[in-house]
């Protein structure tokens, strides 16, 4: 059984009771995306490390809030499952087909959703992809489409550095890496937004980005080149094309809205912090720890679905049954006031943060994101020096998301851009 009585299952307000066997909607029209943190604290008050929520309705599951209880789950794959075909909820058909959670979590031949040999097989592949790239030609790449972004908007002197920059870094530099032109990349980012928007056109999205990196697969498999599809498919694990196909929409997926709020949280950190924008000018702190700050106050992905027990047992004192599904409270855990020290202020160099998460699934690509995220923070800031706010701190907005922590927009004015002289040629891959 899973975690039952959703208290808010309408999207109400989310009254966090004491009672254990209630559970906290995390969806709906009025989830406030500024006060996740405080409805955290106030479900580890309720429940402890492990709090009851729904996710969707009539979809029941547990929040791992506890430092110590996400890294039990992340290391244990014998208990906890990354395979939701496991999950009870699915196996009894109580999930409707229209479930907006299905896109995130329905099973696919992918390293995310396996356990095991076959995950350690499929990681494999991916990791000697990922290794494969050149961090000095990533650089290069990163810094030349910034430049190219920079350019598009310094007529105005304004700009939101949501829409304009961070939203449109990452994906052209993922499709890049991925082997893919310009327009097949228009075309695979429109496909996959689509798709992971969980609405009535999500059907029709998806069967376009298969059909578009199905292309791409034979077009590598004929002639291989300098990029990460070629190299899954030159990996002695010998992915079949859907495995490849499937691996490379995780990447993506996972590579893409995450480093975007990464990109614009630090940002937002370096333009309105004033500890960190005059420490940065007087070298005591650096771009990094601001990067750093990020991942442990504002993970960009706040939480993370999921695993499944696969036997009934008890963490952080909660019941957990065979088949519950349980959420990585990655934001949560990050702010745990057992592993932070009194002031609650993680300290500079520690990256003991759970953003990444942790165990044998842990994001493959930690190195290559915070070299696109730094090199595209680094850019704007030498690009643009006189970069300042356009609104006050507090008109700032999170989505409104209880998966991914990101700024809604971050509008900025500046005058005086230092452009290029020579801009760094545009290279479309990394590798
Ligand atoms: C180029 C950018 C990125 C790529 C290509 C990428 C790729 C991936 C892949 C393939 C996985 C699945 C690993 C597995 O199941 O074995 C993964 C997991 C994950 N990634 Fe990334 N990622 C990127 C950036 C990021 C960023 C910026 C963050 C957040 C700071 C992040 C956070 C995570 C998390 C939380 C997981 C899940 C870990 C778990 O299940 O325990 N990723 N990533």
Request: glycine content about 8%; aromatic content about 4%; charged content about 20%.
């Amino acid at each position: 059984m899973s975690p039952s009585h959703s208290t808010a299952g309408s999207g109400a307000r989310c009254p966090v009771t004491a009672d254990p066997t209630s559970s906290t909607a995390l969806y709906g029209p009025d989830l406030d995306g500024d006060a996740m943190p405080a409805l955290y604290e106030r479900l580890r008050r309720a429940h402890g490390p492990v709090a009851p929520v729904s996710i969707a309705p009539g979809i029941d599951a547990w929040l791992v809030l506890g430092h110590r209880e996400l890294l039990q789950l992340t290391r244990d794959e014998q208990d906890f499952s990354h395979d939701p075909r496991r999950w009870g909820l699915l196996r009894e058909g109580r999930v409707p087909a229209d479930s907006p959670i299905l896109p995130m979590v329905g099973w696919r031949p992918a390293l995310l959703f396996a356990d095991g040999q076959q995950h350690r097989r499929m990681r494999a592949a991916v990791s000697a992809a990922l290794a494969g790239i050149n961090g000095h030609e990533l650089r290069r790449t990163v810094r030349a489409t910034a430049e190219q972004l920079i350019v598009s908007f310094t007529e105005h002197g304004r700009a939101d550095l949501v829409a304009d920059y961070a939203r449109k870094l990452p994906m052209r530099v993922i499709t890049g890496l991925l082997g893919v032109d310009e327009e097949t990349g228009r075309q695979l980012v429109e496909a996959v937004a689509g798709t992971v928007a969980a609405n009535s056109a999500s059907a029709d999205a998806s069967r376009r980005m298969g059909a578009i990196l199905l292309t791409l697969i034979e077009q590598k498999r004929r002639r291989g080149g300098n990029d990460i599809t070629s190299a899954l498919l030159r990996h002695p694990a010998q992915l079949t094309d859907e495995e490849v196909l499937h691996n490379l929409v995780v990447m993506f997926v996972a590579g893409n809205q995450t480093t975007v709020n990464w990109i614009a949280t630090t940002l937002r950190i370096l333009l309105c912090d004033p500890a960190f924008r005059s420490s940065l000018t007087g070298g005591h702190l650096s771009v990094d720890d601001a990067l750093d700050l990020v991942l442990w106050r504002f993970p960009p992905t706040q939480n993370f679905p999921a695993r499944y027990a696969t036997r009934d047992m008890s963490i952080g004192g909660q019941n957990i049954h065979t088949g519950d599904m349980l959420i990585l409270g990655l934001a949560a855990a990050n702010a745990d006031p057992e592993i932070l020290p009194d002031d609650g202020t993680p300290v500079v160099g520690n990256r003991s943060h759970l953003a990444f998460g942790a165990g044998p699934h842990t994001c493959p690509a930690q190195d290559p994101a915070r070299l696109i995220t730094r090199t595209a923070v680094d850019t704007i800031r030498h690009r643009l020096p006189d970069l300042e706010l356009a609104v006050p701190e507090n008109e700032l907005e999170w989505v409104k998301s209880p998966w991914s922590k990101g700024l809604a927009a971050l509008p900025v004015r500046f005058t005086t851009p230092h452009l290029p002289q020579h801009p760094t040629p545009s290279t479309r891959s990394a590798l």
